[in-house]
């Protein structure tokens, strides 16, 4: 019982190294730059700020298709950072109905669609549609059995 009870203190007084504070950056960043408007009624806000290692942002944000039972809050804007490479990053976004769409010379592209599966989805779509019921049969078919 005593040797279990040592090696539990041991256990424990090991441990606590771990759970220790973690050394944490503790020079704050200025703030060269912030601006602010809104949210306003209307739904438009806007901000942007620049920091002083070099970061910067801006949105504006709006009332998309106001009044209408389509109507929904998009916002645009941008933001950079230094990565730790060096690198200066640069981002643009619009966010809206359509998602979070960003666009930066950094983002990964798809490779080009292969010619043959163009070819192949050209012959589709020139197929003719057919709608389909809710349970999913073709609207206008003979039904079978």
Do not use: C
Not at 4 to 15: D, H, I, N, Y
Not at 88 to 98: A, E, F, M, N, R
Not at 121 to 144: K, T, V
Request: negative net charge; hydrophobic residues 30%.
């Amino acid at each position: 019982m005593r040797t279990f009870l040592q090696a539990s203190l041991l256990a424990l007084v090991a441990g606590m190294g771990w759970a220790a504070p973690q050394q944490q950056y503790t020079t704050p960043v200025p703030i060269i730059s912030q601006s602010q408007d809104g949210p306003n009624p209307d739904g438009t806000y806007q901000f942007s700020y620049q920091s002083g290692d070099g970061t910067s942002a801006q949105e504006q944000g709006y009332l998309k298709n106001p009044g209408t039972p389509d109507e929904g809050q998009a916002a645009q804007g941008a933001f950079s950072y230094t990565a730790p490479d060096g690198q200066v990053i640069s981002l643009q976004y619009l966010s809206d109905d359509g998602g979070f769409q960003p666009q930066g010379a950094h983002l990964p592209t798809p490779p080009p669609i292969p010619p043959e599966i163009l070819r192949v989805l050209e012959i589709i779509n020139s197929q003719p549609q057919q709608d389909y019921d809710e349970r999913g049969f073709p609207i206008g078919a003979p039904r079978q059995g």
